[in-house]
C-alpha cells in the first residue's frame, strides 16, 4: 500500500467536487475516505428513502471522483471491519494508512463535529465554502444584536452576492422583499407540472435492498424512490423545474392541495444539501432568467430569498447558538409527539395529506411543514426534542443545522423568539385559505366549539390563552389578543374546554 500524504474524509452529505477540504487534492499521493456508518443512519429513525438517497449518491460520488483518477477508500454499511461510527473508522483507517495529514470540511452536525473533533485526531478544518455566509462572518454579523431578523441579513446577503441589485446598489423593483406576492391559493383551473422522474441504477438497487434489509423498521415508503442521485439527474432536476415550476413558484408557493404533493416546488433542497448542486449557480440560474422575462420578479426574489436569505440565516444560527440551542423549551412542552406523525392516521385531512406524502416521499414543502403538522405541534404544546427528531427523521433534506432552528426555533418559538420575532401559528381558516383541504375533512372549519369542530380552531385559541403571560407583551400579537379580548367569556371559555378535552384525548392516544 503506497504511502498517502493527505487523507481528505468526505462525509455523505459533502459530495461536491469544489468541497474546500478537496481543493487541493494530489491525485498521486492523496486519497478520499468514505464511510457509510450506521451511527449516522440510525441516531434518528431516518425514513428509508433518505437513507437511500444518501449512500446511493455516495456511491455514485466515490465512482466519479475515482474517474478522476483519485484514490478512494470506501466503506460500505455491510463491511465486516466496519466500526459503526465517523470517528472510529477514521482512526482505522489513520492507523492503516498513515497519512501525514487529515483534511475535513466543517460539517454540518454539531454532534458529529464534536465526536470527531474530540477522537483525539489531528485534523486540518476547513470552512465550508459552498455556503455564501462563512460562521465567522454570521457571528460577527450578529455580535451586539439582542434579537436578529432575517430580513436585514438577507439585504446583507444581496448586497454581498449582487443577486438582483441595481448598479446603483438599490434592489431591482424598489423593495427588498416580495413575500406578500408570494402566497396565492392555488385556484381550480391551475395545473402544477408532472413531477420529474428518475430511474434507478444497479447502484441504486443495491442500496435500497441493502435499506429494505436493514432498516424494515423505519417509518416511510421505499418502493417509490425516485430522486436524483448524481450531479448530473440534480442538474436536470433543476432544469426541469427552471422550465416548468419557476414561474409558478412566485404566487404559489404557500399554496396546498389534495393529493399534489410537489405543486410549483423545485424538490431541490436535498440535492443541494448534499451538494450535487450549486448554491451560486442555482441563483444565478435564477437571476438570468427574471432578466430574460422568463419568470416574474416575485418568483425571482422569492426563491433567492429562500435559499441566501433563510436558509443561511438558520445556519448562521445553528453555528453561532449550540449546543445550548437544542435545549430551548421557552412554552415548558411535554406533552409526546402522537403516534398520527408517523402513521398518518388522523381524522384531520390536511395533517393525513402532509403526513401521508412525508411518509411516501420524504418529503413536504414549507408551508406544510410550518402550518399545518408544526402549526399543530405548537398549539398542541408537543415536547420540542421529539418534534424535532420527526423532522430529521422523515425529510429527504433534514440535516441538524437546517433542521433544528426550523423546527425549534420557527415552528415551536421554543427559542423564546430568538429567530422569529412572533410564533407561527393559525387557526383552521389560515389552512382553509390556503388550500383545498377543509372540503374533504370529517371536521367543520367552519365550527370552533361543536364536536364535529376543526381541531386547530379551538387549539389555536387555547394555546393563546394558555401563554398569555409569555406572549401577550409581544407586538406582533397585540391585534390577536384584542379579538380574544372582545369575545364574550362564555365563548371564550366553550373555547378552552374544547382545547382541553381536544389536548386529553391526545393524552389518551385517542384518534383525533
Not at 26 to 54: G, N, Y
Not at 162 to 171: S, Y
Request: proline share 4%.
Amino acid at each position: 500500500m503506497s504511502a498517502v500524504r493527505r487523507l481528505c474524509l468526505v462525509l455523505g452529505d459533502q459530495l461536491s467536487f469544489d468541497l474546500a477540504s478537496l481543493a487541493e487534492l494530489d491525485a498521486e499521493r492523496d486519497a478520499v475516505l468514505m464511510v457509510e456508518v450506521m451511527e449516522e443512519a440510525s441516531h434518528v429513525p431516518h425514513h428509508p428513502q433518505k437513507i437511500t438517497l444518501i449512500f446511493s449518491a455516495m456511491r455514485h460520488f466515490a465512482e466519479a471522483l475515482k474517474a478522476r483518477g483519485i484514490s478512494v477508500y470506501y466503506v460500505r454499511l455491510d463491511d465486516s471491519e466496519n466500526t459503526g461510527s465517523v470517528p472510529a473508522e477514521l482512526h482505522r483507517w489513520y492507523s492503516s494508512l498513515q497519512p501525514k495529514e487529515i483534511h475535513l470540511t466543517e460539517t454540518g452536525d454539531w454532534r458529529l463535529e464534536h465526536s470527531i473533533k474530540a477522537c483525539g485526531l489531528e485534523i486540518q478544518w476547513h470552512s465550508d465554502t459552498r455556503f455564501l455566509c462563512s460562521r465567522g462572518e454570521f457571528s460577527d454579523w450578529a455580535q451586539g444584536k439582542k434579537q436578529l431578523r432575517m430580513e436585514f441579513f438577507y439585504r446583507e446577503m444581496r448586497r454581498k452576492s449582487r443577486l438582483l441589485i441595481n448598479g446603483d446598489g438599490t434592489p431591482v423593483g424598489g423593495g427588498w422583499n416580495f413575500d406578500a406576492e408570494n402566497r396565492k391559493a392555488l385556484p381550480r383551473n391551475v395545473r402544477a407540472p408532472y413531477p420529474a422522474r428518475f430511474s434507478t441504477d444497479a447502484i441504486t438497487q443495491d442500496v435500497i435492498t441493502l435499506v429494505r434489509e436493514r432498516f424494515s423498521s423505519h417509518y416511510g415508503a421505499l418502493e417509490n424512490f425516485d430522486y436524483p442521485v448524481t450531479h448530473a439527474e440534480a442538474q436536470s432536476l433543476w432544469e426541469y423545474f427552471l422550465d416548468y415550476g419557476l414561474a409558478g413558484f412566485g404566487d404559489y408557493q404557500d399554496a396546498m392541495a389534495s393529493d399534489e404533493p410537489f405543486l410549483f416546488h423545485a424538490r431541490i433542497s436535498a440535492a443541494l444539501n448534499i451538494g450535487l448542486l450549486d448554491l451560486r449557480q442555482l441563483c444565478s440560474d435564477v437571476e438570468s432568467a427574471y432578466w430574460s422575462g422568463s419568470i416574474a420578479l416575485n418568483a425571482a426574489e422569492g426563491f433567492i430569498r429562500q435559499l441566501i436569505g433563510w436558509r443561511e440565516y438558520v445556519r448562521g444560527v445553528y453555528w453561532l447558538k449550540m449546543p445550548d440551542y437544542a435545549s430551548g423549551n421557552s412554552f415548558g412542552n411535554s406533552r409526546p409527539l402522537p403516534e398520527f406523525y408517523w402513521t398518518g392516521k388522523t381524522r384531520m385531512n390536511c395533517m393525513s395529506q402532509a403526513i401521508g406524502q412525508s411518509l411516501e416521499y420524504a418529503y413536504a414543502h414549507h408551508i406544510q411543514r410550518l402550518m399545518v403538522t408544526g402549526n399543530f405541534a405548537l398549539l398542541a404544546g408537543i415536547a420540542p426534542p421529539q418534534i424535532c427528531e420527526w423532522y430529521l427523521a422523515i425529510y429527504m433534506d433534514a440535516f441538524d443545522w437546517v433542521e433544528l432552528p426550523n423546527t425549534l426555533g420557527m415552528v415551536m418559538h421554543a427559542d423564546g423568539g430568538y429567530l422569529g420575532s412572533k410564533p407561527y401559528c393559525a387557526s383552521g381558516q389560515y389552512i382553509k385559505r390556503m388550500s383545498n383541504y377543509c372540503g374533504d375533512c370529517a371536521y367543520k372549519v367552519t365550527e370552533s366549539t361543536a364536536d364535529n369542530a376543526c381541531p386547530f380552531n379551538a387549539l389555536y385559541w387555547h394555546f393563546l390563552m394558555r401563554h398569555s403571560d409569555l406572549l401577550r407583551g409581544n407586538q406582533r400579537m397585540g391585534m390577536i389578543y384584542k379579538n380574544l379580548d372582545r369575545m364574550a367569556e362564555s365563548k371564550q371559555e366553550a373555547l378552552w374546554q374544547r382545547g382541553e378535552m381536544l389536548l386529553a384525548r391526545l393524552d389518551a392516544g385517542e384518534m383525533i
